[in-house]
């Protein structure tokens, strides 16, 4: 949780913006999404399409530029509302220290449960807390403020970042990293500014990731993937990306961010899927495929061939044209 509180004038001063409809010594202590905010939130509009959710949020301030119409909104108008988003998730949420380091291997204020098994090469960082039973193989390291369930089992080279949670029976294979960085950027100026990554990444009971996983951490909030769900070698999923109970995720997959999957969703072997849609219960995308809008439950999904982008567009007009032209076909072909 954020230790720190701006008011709405102090940011404006920080971020060079311009109060509206805001009272200016409202107290601000956390950020979140237009749709979760509430009067002591930060959230921001960069893109038109979140329009109607702007108008909709309950967020105490919202950052935009002076285009974006938002009257009686608490707002504050600035020239890159990304960027002011970005700068403001870093002051709530700054990077903490590193506890000191130790040449034992497991922290002093970490907790080991009953029965918990430690190889040689391991590290477990400072406050962390191991459930009974779970066996951490050579070269796992486990950083601060995680929390692993009973019953885990991490074999070698995985890496936990600060603040992970596994629930019970949790598997990770080799080489699998959880909660770094997701990839994300605000270009400033013609520079690329790096966005904090000031959430976590909770792995629910029962799921089980295979060799050389990325599994990024949320900008605020966490990265969830759900109960019973199995993720095969070489996947990526990014930050924010949620997960539901028993999906399928097979090899060489990549999420993007803020992307949604229902329970039971089966995405084949190398499914791309772009950010901020939803995929529905129990639907089906077969390999190779990419996903680039929301799907409704129970959907069964392929295709992609990748040529240049107007070539592609103009063959994807002209292939669902194609069934009108052959039921007319068909009706000159009886008339005839």
């Not at 509430?38 to 921001?44: H, L």
């Not at 108008?55 to 119409?69: Q, R």
């Not at 009974?132 to 019953?151: A, K, N, Y």
């Not at 077969?286 to 929301?294: I, P, Q, R």
């Amino acid at each position: 949780m954020s230790q720190l509180a701006f008011t709405a004038q102090e940011l404006a001063a920080r971020l060079g913006g311009v109060l509206h409809d805001c009272p200016p010594d409202r107290s601000l202590t956390e950020v979140k999404p237009l749709e979760e905010a509430g009067a002591q939130a930060v959230s921001f509009l960069a893109n038109p399409r979140y329009h109607r959710k702007a108008l909709a949020s309950e967020a105490g301030l919202i950052l935009a530029d002076a285009k974006a119409e938002l009257e009686g909104k608490p707002r504050l108008v600035m020239e890159n509302p990304y960027w002011g988003f970005a700068q403001v998730v870093g002051w709530l949420f700054p990077e903490p220290e590193p506890a000191p380091w130790s040449h034992h291997p497991i922290h002093a204020t970490a907790k080991l449960g009953a029965g918990v098994r430690v190889a040689p090469g391991a590290t477990v960082g400072a406050r962390a807390v191991i459930g009974d039973r779970t066996v951490i193989h050579p070269g796992v390291h486990i950083g601060d403020d995680c929390e692993v369930g009973e019953g885990c089992e991490l074999f070698s080279g995985v890496v936990l970042y600060r603040r992970t949670r596994l629930g019970d029976r949790v598997r990770i294979h080799a080489n699998s990293v959880i909660g770094s960085d997701g990839y994300g950027y605000a270009t400033v100026n013609g520079r690329h500014e790096k966005i904090p990554q000031a959430g976590y990444v909770v792995l629910a009971d029962d799921v089980e990731v295979g060799a050389c996983v990325t599994v990024d951490r949320g900008v605020i909030g966490p990265t969830v993937i759900g109960r019973g769900t199995k993720v095969d070698n070489l996947c990526q999923i990014a930050h924010n990306v949620e997960i539901g109970e028993h999906c399928l995720i097979v090899s060489q997959v990549g999420i993007s961010g803020s992307t949604t999957l229902g329970d039971h969703v089966t995405l084949a072997g190398k499914v791309g899927t772009a950010g901020h849609i939803h995929i529905g219960s129990r639907s089906i995308v077969s390999g190779n495929s990419m996903v680039a809008k929301d799907v409704p439950e129970g959907s069964f999904l392929s295709g992609y061939l990748a040529r240049p982008h107007r070539q592609w567009m103009e063959c994807q007009a002209a292939l669902n044209r194609l069934p009108g032209l052959i039921r007319r076909l068909g009706r000159l072909a009886k008339e005839g």
